[in-house]
């Protein structure tokens, strides 16, 4: 069973975050997903619905697994020297981490993925990506693996990301599974 960590934060995108997580929570024999976030106060998306937390930040860093979900206030998170030191760490210890739309940005903005691939949302592409100047940023994709990075383009793209993930996980046949139960084509 593999952990993952979920970090939600406030104004998190709701596709973004359960767009994957859907996909991926259909895994639950082979994925333990915990929501995290800086405090346990329940985090209220883009969309004002709250999420519980299952951990904080301080309560753990040690996830097979990371998961950051994109939003416009994710740009607001990189200010937080805490969340990025942990998003840091987390990243440099799992053996995969996913990043959906300026969830992307947010990661390089760590530099764990100065000359790596990765894509972001591309209605803010141009906007952001000066950010992480140290990306190779890639327009024209909806998503991209580079390594144990998994990035991908805005919102419902995350879907795809996820089960591109899912397929490196356990295999295309499962990954295929999963969306055909989610109707995804």
């Known amino acids: 069973m593999k952990t993952m960590a979920a970090l939600v934060f406030p104004g998190f995108q709701t596709l973004d975050f359960f767009g994957p997580i859907e996909m991926l929570g259909g895994f639950r024999d082979d994925i333990q997903i915990t929501t ?3 405090t346990r106060d329940p985090v209220p998306s883009r969309h004002n619905q709250r ?8 309560d753990k860093n040690d996830y097979d697994l990371l998961f950051i979900p994109g939003g416009d206030s994710a740009l607001d998170a990189a200010k937080d020297e805490e969340l990025m030191g942990w998003i840091k760490l987390v990243s440099a210890n799992a053996e995969r981490v996913m990043a959906v739309c300026t969830g992307t940005v ?7 993925l100065d000359g790596r691939k990765a894509t972001t949302n591309k209605l803010d592409f141009n906007q952001t990506v000066h950010l992480a100047p140290g990306v190779d940023w890639v327009k024209k994709a909806r998503w991209v693996a580079d390594g144990k ?3 991908s383009s805005g919102v419902s793209a995350g879907m795809d990301m996820a089960l591109a993930f899912a397929a490196d996980l356990f295999g295309m046949e499962k990954a295929d599974e999963m ?3 989610c109707e995804y084509i």
Request: glycine letters at 12%.
């Open 36 to 38: 995290v976030a800086k």
């Open 51 to 58: 999420i519980m937390v299952d951990k904080t930040l301080s």
């Open 106 to 112: 947010l990661l390089g903005m760590t530099g764990l």
């Open 149 to 151: 990075y998994y990035t």
């Open 179 to 181: 969306a055909e139960g």
